[in-house]
């Protein structure tokens, strides 16, 4: 049971991630069409705030999800060795990510409510 626990809480992490950039994506082909349909401009910046709460949500799961996988974490399963370059390079690539979802939202949001 606790794997099936620990797959699932990772699809959800990984698709909620998915499901974030989606939003970044949205919001930018949104804001790229105001350039050539102004007059719809009240419903795309609608479109843009409905957007950007939906990312937030989607961050909300992708932390409360990872904290489900630490809590599920598997160690020792290469080795004592690779085990400490696992632990090593997954803390490095959270850090990036944690950057890259930084600035996703903080560019969101200067689009969304400039």
């Known amino acids: 049971m606790k794997r099936l626990f620990t797959i699932f809480v990772g699809f959800i992490h990984d698709l909620a991630a998915g499901c974030w950039a989606a939003t970044v994506l949205s919001i930018y082909w949104l804001d790229r069409s105001l350039m050539e349909h102004h007059e719809l401009e009240s ?8 957007f950007f709460y939906l990312g937030l949500a989607f961050v909300a799961i992708v932390l409360l999800s990872g904290m489900g996988r630490t809590l599920t974490y598997v160690g020792s399963v290469y080795g004592e ?34």
């Open 81 to 114: 060795d690779a085990e400490k370059t696992r632990k090593k390079m997954l803390i490095i690539k959270h850090i990036i990510l944690f950057v890259i979802f930084s600035i996703g939202i903080y560019w969101q949001y200067s689009t969304v409510f400039k």
């Open 43 to 50: 419903v795309i910046a609608d479109l843009k705030k409905e």
